[in-house]
Structures are given as structure tokens and as C-alpha cells.
């Protein structure tokens, strides 16, 4: 047994990989998957929620696995550059595992509108940045173009072995809980992720790891809602820059898991998902970003409307970390300005007295 060094190796028998070939790897997958134990009962109904931390992984999100994987199978194709257009989260993890690699990233990324974190990773990890006065869809239809142009890889998750990457992120669920959840709450921008967590779900069932498929429930925000609408959009807008994204690259894919699971899609407005962020962070002490929350915002809206059946068992993705996005979150927190005080023993004893 090869030392564990992250997913492409636990998982490898169902990865396209073969013995001889080089893995970049940051060591990523293997996140907690985390019970909640106090929103049940602050909600007081009979349900299990478990959150995918997926913001545990090395550059924070849920990116890093299927860029493992796409960064993998480019260096064992040759490739010397990859590129992507990213709303962040991608661009971060692609411009790690480039540096991983030894070879470049070139990351497109709409002007102004990623968050802090993500943008002081993708500059720390030396990617060549190059924004534009656009948004993400934009961006990844010029990353499609350059690409017929320039000797560069996409490692956006049109990429097959992006999906592949993250389809590991359900295998570890059910391996974790004996089987697979009744239902799969997660945030949809491009639907790559719900894409491939159905792909490994499936393929656990198939090969009866699993005795059961969960319900897919895909969450957006409301002002970047296409598969809610039911058609593409222009000038997607939300708090939560990283699904703010209105053309989902995946778009026949997510359909089909949502088809094929007898799932749904539902839309959320910004209050609401910054109330959901707020709500894990302050009740359960799991910070994770705005995108992230979604998820949450959605199975709570679920379990309360009885879509979601008491008594069953619910997976929600928690996508990136809570870190990503320091401005966001200290902007919701107006109201609890920290006390500032005189630097001697009878001030603390006060502020703590007087504070129980
Ligand atoms: C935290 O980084 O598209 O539905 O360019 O960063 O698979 O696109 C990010 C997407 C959810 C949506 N949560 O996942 C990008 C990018 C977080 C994200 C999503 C993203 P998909």
C-alpha cells in the first residue's frame, strides 16, 4: 500500500491513473464530514445534517480535488501551462498545483469581484493573474477561445478529470457514513461539483458500495439562479461571488443528477445565505464562505417546508472556507464591535463581569 498521499491515492483504483504516473498532490481530500448538533434542535425537527468541510482542503476549497487530478493528467500529457477562468476558488488551487508541478498558470478573473482571500492566494502561489472588466462566463468563453490558440490546458471543469477528481468527494461520504445520504444539499454555479458528486454516487451504487442513490438538491442564489429559471442568464449578480455565474458550463449534466435523483433546484436570496453562513459559524463554530452556506440555506428551507422528509439523513457541501472572504464576513458582523479597553487588570475583570 502506497503512503497516503492524498485522494488520486486512496482512490486510485477508480481513477484513471496508471502506476506509472507522476501525481501532484498537495494531499488534498480526506476532509471531516461534521454532525451538526445544534441547528437540529434550534429547528427542532428529527434530521441528521452532516457538512462536507471541504474547506479544510490545502488552498481551502473543494477545488483541489479535481485539480489534483486535471494537474495530474496534464503534466502526463506534456502540457506546460494551464490556464482557467475562475469567480477564485479555481484560480487559487490551479495556480498551487501549477507551482506543484513546475509548470504555469494563466488565470482570468473578473475585475474587483473575487474575495480578498482568494486573490492573496493566487498572488502568493505566483499564477500569472489577468483580469478582466467582465464577469466569470466571460471569461470562460475566452479561456475556450485562447485555448485553440496558445498551447494551454483548461483545468476549468469541462476538464473530464476535474469531474473524476471530485466525484471522490461522495465516495468518502458513503465511506464515512456505511452508506450514501437520503439527500445532497450543495451550491450550483457551473454544476461541475453536482456533477460529479451524482458520478461517484453512481458508481458506488453500481458497484453496490452503496445500497442507495441520495436526492440531489442543487441551492443558487437568487440572482444567479439558471437551472431555477430554467434557462442560461446574463448579468448574474450575488454576495456570493463564487457562484455568481450565469451561463453553468455543465449545464446537461446537472439535469440529468437532478432527473435521474428525483431532486430539485431552488434559488435564495443574499440575506438568506449570509443568515445561513452566520448561523454555522455562531451555532456549530464552522466558518465557511457565503457560496458555501447556500447549501444550508437550502436544506433548512427544505426540512421546513417537508420537502425534505424527518427522520432521513442530509449530506450539505460546505464548499471553501470561511477565510476566503474576510471583508464579506466582517461586514455582517457590524454590530459586535469588539471592546476596546484600558490595558489593566480591574478594565478586563469589568468587561468580562459584565458580560455574564
Ligand atoms: C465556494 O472558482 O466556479 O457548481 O471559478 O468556489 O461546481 O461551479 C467556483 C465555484 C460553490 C460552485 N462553492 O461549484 C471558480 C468557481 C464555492 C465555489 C461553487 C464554487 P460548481
Same mark, same amino acid.
Given at each position: 500500500?502506497?503512503?497516503?498521499?492524498?485522494?488520486?491515492?486512496?482512490?486510485?483504483?477508480?481513477?484513471?491513473?496508471?502506476?506509472?504516473?507522476?501525481?501532484?498532490?498537495?494531499?488534498?481530500?480526506?476532509?471531516?464530514?461534521?454532525?451538526?448538533?445544534?441547528?437540529?434542535?434550534?429547528?427542532?425537527?428529527?434530521?441528521?445534517?452532516?457538512?462536507?468541510?471541504?474547506?479544510?482542503?490545502?488552498?481551502?476549497?473543494?477545488?483541489?480535488?479535481?485539480?489534483?487530478?486535471?494537474?495530474?493528467?496534464?503534466?502526463?500529457?506534456?502540457?506546460?501551462?494551464?490556464?482557467? +477562468?475562475?469567480?477564485?476558488?479555481?484560480?487559487?488551487?490551479?495556480?498551487?498545483?501549477?507551482?506543484?508541478?513546475?509548470?504555469?498558470?494563466?488565470?482570468?478573473?473578473?475585475?474587483?469581484?473575487?474575495?480578498?482571500?482568494?486573490?492573496?492566494?493566487?498572488?502568493?502561489?505566483?499564477?500569472?493573474?489577468?483580469?478582466?472588466?467582465?464577469?466569470?462566463?466571460?471569461?470562460?468563453?475566452?479561456?475556450?477561445?485562447?485555448?485553440?490558440?496558445?498551447?494551454?490546458?483548461?483545468?476549468?471543469?469541462?476538464?473530464?478529470?476535474?469531474?473524476?477528481?471530485?466525484?471522490?468527494?461522495?465516495?468518502?461520504?458513503?465511506?464515512?457514513?456505511?452508506?450514501?445520504?437520503?439527500?445532497?444539499?450543495?451550491?450550483?454555479?457551473? +454544476?461541475?461539483?453536482?456533477?460529479?458528486?451524482?458520478?461517484?454516487?453512481?458508481?458506488?451504487?453500481?458497484?453496490?458500495?452503496?445500497?442507495?442513490?441520495?436526492?440531489?438538491?442543487?441551492?443558487?442564489?437568487?440572482?444567479?439562479?439558471?437551472?431555477?429559471?430554467?434557462?442560461?442568464?446574463?448579468?448574474?449578480?450575488?454576495?456570493?461571488?463564487?457562484?455568481?455565474?450565469?451561463?453553468?458550463?455543465?449545464?446537461?449534466?446537472?439535469?440529468?443528477?437532478?432527473?435521474?435523483?428525483?431532486?430539485?433546484?431552488?434559488?435564495?436570496?443574499?440575506?438568506?445565505?449570509?443568515?445561513?453562513?452566520?448561523?454555522?459559524?455562531?451555532?456549530?463554530?464552522?466558518?465557511?464562505?457565503?457560496?458555501?452556506?447556500?447549501?444550508?440555506?437550502? +436544506?433548512?428551507?427544505?426540512?421546513?417546508?417537508?420537502?425534505?422528509?424527518?427522520?432521513?439523513?442530509?449530506?450539505?457541501?460546505?464548499?471553501?472556507?470561511?477565510?476566503?472572504?474576510?471583508?464579506?464576513?466582517?461586514?455582517?458582523?457590524?454590530?459586535?464591535?469588539?471592546?476596546?479597553?484600558?490595558?489593566?487588570?480591574?478594565?478586563?475583570?469589568?468587561?468580562?463581569?459584565?458580560?455574564?
Amino acid at each position: 500500500m502506497a503512503r497516503y498521499t492524498g485522494l488520486i491515492n486512496r482512490y486510485r483504483n477508480r481513477l484513471p491513473i496508471s502506476t506509472e504516473t507522476r501525481i501532484i498532490s498537495l494531499n488534498e481530500g480526506n476532509t471531516p464530514l461534521i454532525k451538526l448538533e445544534n441547528i437540529p434542535k434550534l429547528i427542532d425537527k428529527d434530521v441528521e445534517i452532516y457538512v462536507k468541510y471541504e474547506g479544510l482542503n490545502p488552498t481551502g476549497s473543494f477545488k483541489d480535488r479535481g485539480m489534483t487530478m486535471a494537474v495530474t493528467k496534464a503534466v502526463e500529457e506534456g502540457s506546460e501551462a494551464i490556464i482557467c +477562468a475562475s469567480t477564485g476558488n479555481t484560480s487559487a488551487s490551479a495556480a498551487a498545483y501549477a507551482v506543484r508541478a513546475g509548470i504555469r498558470a494563466f488565470v482570468l478573473i473578473p475585475d474587483g469581484k473575487i474575495a480578498l482571500g482568494k486573490l492573496a492566494q493566487t498572488l502568493m502561489y505566483g499564477a500569472e493573474i489577468i483580469q478582466i472588466n467582465g464577469n466569470f462566463d466571460q471569461g470562460m468563453s475566452l479561456v475556450k477561445e485562447v485555448a485553440k490558440h496558445a498551447p494551454v490546458t483548461i483545468v476549468n471543469s469541462i476538464n473530464p478529470f476535474r469531474i473524476e477528481g471530485q466525484k471522490t468527494a461522495a465516495f468518502e461520504i458513503v465511506d464515512d457514513l456505511g452508506d450514501a445520504p437520503d439527500y445532497h444539499c450543495l451550491p450550483v454555479g457551473n +454544476a461541475g461539483n453536482i456533477t460529479a458528486y451524482w458520478k461517484g454516487y453512481t458508481e458506488y451504487a453500481v458497484d453496490k458500495v452503496a445500497t442507495k442513490l441520495p436526492v440531489m438538491c442543487g441551492y443558487q442564489a437568487a440572482g444567479a439562479s439558471p437551472f431555477v429559471n430554467g434557462a442560461m442568464m446574463d448579468n448574474p449578480e450575488t454576495v456570493a461571488t463564487a457562484i455568481r455565474i450565469g451561463r453553468p458550463q455543465s449545464w446537461d449534466f446537472a439535469w440529468n443528477a437532478q432527473k435521474e435523483s428525483g431532486g430539485w433546484f431552488d434559488k435564495f436570496t443574499d440575506e438568506q445565505i449570509l443568515a445561513a453562513q452566520k448561523m454555522l459559524s455562531y451555532h456549530e463554530g464552522i466558518f465557511c464562505e457565503p457560496a458555501s452556506a447556500t447549501s444550508l440555506a437550502g +436544506a433548512l428551507h427544505d426540512i421546513n417546508n417537508g420537502k425534505i422528509k424527518e427522520g432521513s439523513k442530509i449530506v450539505c457541501t460546505l464548499t471553501g472556507n470561511g477565510l476566503k472572504d474576510p471583508d464579506t464576513a466582517i461586514s455582517q458582523c457590524k454590530d459586535t464591535h469588539p471592546v476596546t479597553i484600558e490595558a489593566n487588570l480591574d478594565a478586563v475583570k469589568k468587561a468580562i463581569l459584565d458580560n455574564m
